[in-house]
């Protein structure tokens, strides 16, 4: 695979959308596994720091409704 930005041969995938990027292209930001609610009803994440990500995809801070889906 390729990097999406340069054409260099690519190094890992981007944790949000999936594309190829290079050493030099690769950028890092953490992430949500997932979210659960812990003792005495408190919601607690479990988040991963420094996963790869390509720096063209824009995750989204809050979650998005999807209504079609049901």
């Known amino acids: 695979m390729k990097c999406w930005h340069c054409e260099e041969a690519a ?10 990027v290079c050493k030099d292209h690769a950028a890092t930001m953490s992430t949500f596994i997932t979210m659960f609610v ?15 990500w390509c720096g063209e995809c824009e995750p989204q801070p ?9």
């Open 38 to 52: 812990g003792a005495n009803n408190t919601p607690k994440g479990l988040a991963v720091a420094n996963v790869i």
């Open 11 to 20: 190094r890992a995938s981007c944790a949000f959308c999936g594309r190829f």
């Open 62 to 70: 809050e979650p998005i409704s999807m209504p079609e889906l049901y």
